[in-house]
């Protein structure tokens, strides 16, 4: 079925360094999410991104969280700076309507904040 | 914005019996309804879902429910496997939202 790819599957960085993301969406989706899940948790919406615009954004999605998708290549999702709490599992999805249709998630892309 | 409740959130059934999750959400434009399964160090996967126009959908052995007077949905899980055991998760959503409202998750363990 239709895969969505995130790289990289870990990362590791000190407290208060930039990190980025990268998902590679299905490739004729139009919706692009964000969901961040902490170890067993319940997976928490943080943002959705459609014709190269946030359209929704949850309060989790913090000042030093932006997204974006510079001419159809990865979405990606900067944080910068890290903070200790931001130490979760961050998934990637995209769907080829909007929300009411299928979400397909990538495998995640655990972070770690020291 | 959209609540969805999941209980329980720990679930253990022998191996043949059902297993049934329950989910409760609060917006009543909320018209879509997916169920996520999600293995140990895997991504959610979808493998059920029902609209607001159907009250019942069955897919092999899964079983979805839809009250929306009380607006309340729910999986039932019949003659379990071990391959059923994993965290499932209830979703809401509608079409004039541009996100779905997860569960907090419900983990199944199905007993030999």
């Known amino acids: 079925g239709p895969k969505v790819l995130q790289i990289p599957s870990h990362q590791i960085i000190d407290m208060g360094q930039m990190v980025t993301l990268n998902c590679d969406p299905v490739s004729n989706h139009l919706y692009f999410y964000w969901y961040k899940q902490i170890l067993g948790q319940q997976m928490e919406f943080l943002v959705n991104?459609?014709?190269?615009?946030?359209?929704?954004k949850s309060k989790l999605f913090k000042d030093q969280f932006s997204v974006e998708r510079p001419d159809g290549s990865y979405f990606t999702l900067k944080i910068q700076p890290t903070a200790l709490e931001d130490s979760a599992v961050y998934f990637c999805a995209s769907s080829l309507g909007h929300s009411a249709e299928t979400l397909y998630f990538g495998s995640g892309t655990r972070l770690t904040v020291l | 914005g959209e609540q969805v409740e999941q209980l329980p959130s720990i679930l253990r059934v022998q191996e043949g019996s059902s297993a049934s999750i329950n989910c409760s959400y609060e917006?009543?434009?909320?018209?879509?309804f997916p169920w996520y399964k999600q293995e140990p160090g895997e991504n959610p996967k979808l493998i059920i879902d029902i609209r607001s126009n159907m009250e019942r959908k069955q897919i092999q052995e899964l079983i979805v429910l839809l009250d929306k007077k009380a607006k309340r949905f729910s999986l039932h899980i019949t003659d379990t496997q071990p391959g059923d055991s994993a965290m499932y998760f209830c979703a809401a959503s509608d079409y004039g939202n541009e996100k779905i409202t997860f569960g907090a998750g419900t983990k199944l363990t199905i007993k030999p």
């Open positions: 991104f459609y014709n190269g615009k946030v359209m929704e």
């Open positions: 917006d009543s434009a909320s018209n879509y």
